[in-house]
């Protein structure tokens, strides 16, 4: 045996040798591959250990866990033409891999583009109260129209939120000055509706005192109650309330002197 003949063994034995390494293939538990032979799809390999032809056969894995997409900042012109950022996060699962790989091209990176850009259409029909006020309707109604579509790419769309929405700093001022001016008409309303809740009721209260024969006296009292709380003041008190009384003017012609010629009679 020459050397030329020793040193072509070994040449064989060491592209087996890399044959078989490079045949062997090992998924964890949360990976998923697609073999193709020649291009065309062959199999699916789950997790575990598993055999290809590393000459014939081209493999692409996988992960099936959940992932978290950021959609990145951008400027949306809302329905009422204000200028507005949003950015949002999606969470997705990519539940069939040969979908994911022979439907679309570059999976992860189409969903992020077509997210943005459905967010974007859907910002652009609302007004920038609604935006405000109903980021969780406006996140479902994005995830909604992506799942219709990222369907067929082999993608769930589990849960999609809007991060943070930032207006301009002079549109900030604006709405600083609405929300002041409806806080100050919110107060102005209640101070009218009390008023005239008060004034509703020291007219029924009028009403009941003028209707009630002691009312008005009682209510002297009560103040004179309420004034001499103050020992230090001095209150003198002159009836007003009575004196057309029938027991109130007897007594008082009792005690007036009658005339002597009457008297005499």
Do not use: C
């Not at 951008?74 to 997705?92: E, P």
């Amino acid at each position: 045996m020459t050397i030329f003949e020793i040193i072509g063994y070994i040449l064989v034995a060491v592209i087996i040798l890399i044959v078989f390494i490079r045949s062997i293939k090992l998924n964890q538990e949360w990976e998923e591959s697609i073999i193709l032979r020649l291009g065309k799809y062959n199999r699916l390999a789950g997790a575990g250990l598993y055999f290809i032809n590393p000459i014939t056969e081209r493999v692409i894995t996988m992960s099936k866990r959940t992932q978290s997409i950021n959609l990145e900042e951008q400027q949306v012109l809302t329905k009422d033409n204000v200028t507005v950022s949003i950015d949002a996060v999606a969470f997705i699962k990519i539940i069939d891999v040969k979908a994911s790989v022979v439907n679309v091209e570059s999976v992860l990176s189409s969903f992020n583009k077509y997210a943005q850009t459905t967010l974007r259409n859907i910002v652009g029909q609302k007004e920038l109260d609604e935006v405000l006020a109903k980021r969780h309707e406006i996140a479902q109604e994005v995830q909604k129209d992506l799942e219709f579509v990222v369907k067929d790419w082999g993608i769930d769309v589990e849960r999609l939120e809007l991060q943070d929405i930032s207006v301009p700093e002079v549109m900030q001022r604006v709405m600083a000055r609405q929300a002041e001016a409806e806080r100050e008409k919110r107060g102005v309303i209640i101070t009218s509706q009390g008023e005239l809740e008060a004034a509703k009721n020291l007219v029924q209260a009028s009403d009941i005192l003028a209707k009630s024969e002691y009312g008005f006296a009682l209510r002297q009292l009560a103040t004179l109650s309420d004034v001499s709380q103050d020992e230090s003041n001095t209150v003198v008190f002159f009836p007003t309330v009575g004196l057309d009384s029938g027991l109130l003017a007897s007594g008082l012609a009792a005690r007036i002197p009658k005339p002597k010629n009457e008297e005499k009679k």
